[in-house]
């Protein structure tokens, strides 16, 4: 729960309500955590006076590597793809379940990420055949779809 915890909602949220304090601030998110999360938390290096809110949610952040929260990752693409793995063009719901995903993700690794990147991640989603169709349609729409150097 920790990394899927909205972090940008809970900082509107301290803004809203004038919490600005760091100290504060950790004592508030704890509201939104479960008892046994509320205790592991408190364990952190950063949870008291001695770290800095910004230092104590990178530690959470990176203690739930698999909710990789607004970041993106490119472990979020490759569990999207081992969940719709090996789509032909038979398999249109599964398909556009695939693009729902893998856009939604892919979109917040555009600046990390080049294009060649992710459209490849992308294609190895599908089956071979599949992949090498829309491939050709990506070089013929586009002339290519790797990012220019």
């Known amino acids: 729960m920790g990394g899927c915890l909205k972090w940008h909602r809970m900082?509107?949220?301290?803004?809203?309500?004038?919490i600005t304090g760091?100290?504060?601030k950790k004592k508030h998110i704890l509201e939104y955590v479960d008892t046994q999360?509320?205790?592991?938390?408190?364990?952190?290096?950063?949870?008291?006076?001695e770290g800095t809110w910004t230092?104590?949610?990178k530690e959470i952040k990176d203690s739930y590597p698999e909710a990789a929260d607004d970041e993106g990752s490119i472990a979020g693409l490759d569990q999207i793809c081992k969940e719709h793995a090996r789509l032909g063009q038979g398999h249109t719901s599964e398909l556009h379940s695939l693009i729902r995903k893998f856009k939604a993700e892919a979109k917040k690794l555009k600046e990390i990420v080049g294009n060649g990147v992710i459209v490849n991640k992308l294609l190895s989603?599908?089956?071979?055949?599949f992949a090498d169709l829309v491939q050709d349609r990506l070089l013929t729409k586009f002339g290519h779809y790797k990012d220019e150097t």
């Open 11 to 18: 900082e509107m949220l301290f803004e809203l309500t004038g």
């Open 22 to 24: 760091e100290s504060d």
């Open 37 to 49: 999360m509320e205790k592991e938390w408190r364990g952190c290096d950063n949870f008291g006076d």
């Open 55 to 57: 230092d104590f949610v």
């Open 125 to 129: 989603c599908l089956t071979p055949a």
